[in-house]
């Protein structure tokens, strides 16, 4: 099989890093872990779940990105479940707040707005975020990690759609599969 068919069948793949999602997914997972580590008993059902979920969303986009060559509809699944795990993380950090009494930010209160500028820099990393997690009150670190997660599932909910857009105009790998075995044989004939 010549290269050129090869890459029309396998299209590339397993980019993540280059994502954004999977950049923001990779900042809250970190943000997590110190989060935890800070203001959550190690010991807790609730440490666990909250990394668990903040890691299953960082790798699940990992994923999707590594099976897109073969299966956009395993790519669509995964993103998803990326998302639906943020969103429970979203929802402990949330819980968090409420049962100790702390403020969840409004999405127009001026510090939001300044950790979401943050979100908008190129070259982020964890360490962007890093005085609002380590060097901060509980209210701050909760508020500033739901800050980064409704970006990454903001992230998330267009790079769904972007793939669901490709699936529909496209089609996945076996609509290419029998399309070049189509034309294979119209070119043997």
């Given amino acids: 099989m010549s290269d050129k068919a090869n890459n029309n069948l396998i299209p590339p793949h397993g980019g993540y890093r280059k994502l954004m999602s999977y950049q923001m997914s990779e900042i809250v997972y970190d943000a997590t872990v110190r989060f935890c580590e800070r203001f959550i008993d190690k010991r807790s059902r609730t440490f666990d779940q909250m990394v668990q979920a903040a890691r299953s969303g960082k790798q699940n986009i990992v994923e999707g990105s590594m099976a897109s060559g073969t299966s956009k509809k395993i790519e669509l699944k995964l993103i998803g479940i990326a998302r639906a795990s943020l969103e429970e993380l979203l929802q402990d950090y949330e819980d968090f707040l409420r049962q100790r009494n702390l ?12 950790i979401r500028k943050i979100g908008k820099e190129e070259n982020k990393s964890y360490m962007s975020y890093e005085t609002y997690i380590e060097n901060s009150p509980e209210e701050v670190a909760a508020n500033t ?45």
């Fill in 103 to 114: 403020k969840l930010w409004d999405k127009n209160d001026p510090k939001v707005l300044e």
């Fill in 145 to 189: 990690i739901i800050c980064i997660i409704h970006q990454t599932n903001y992230l998330l909910d267009q790079q769904k759609r972007k793939l669901e857009e490709i699936f529909l105009k496209e089609g996945g790998f076996t609509e290419r599969m029998y399309k070049l075995r189509k034309d294979n044989r119209s070119n043997k004939k």
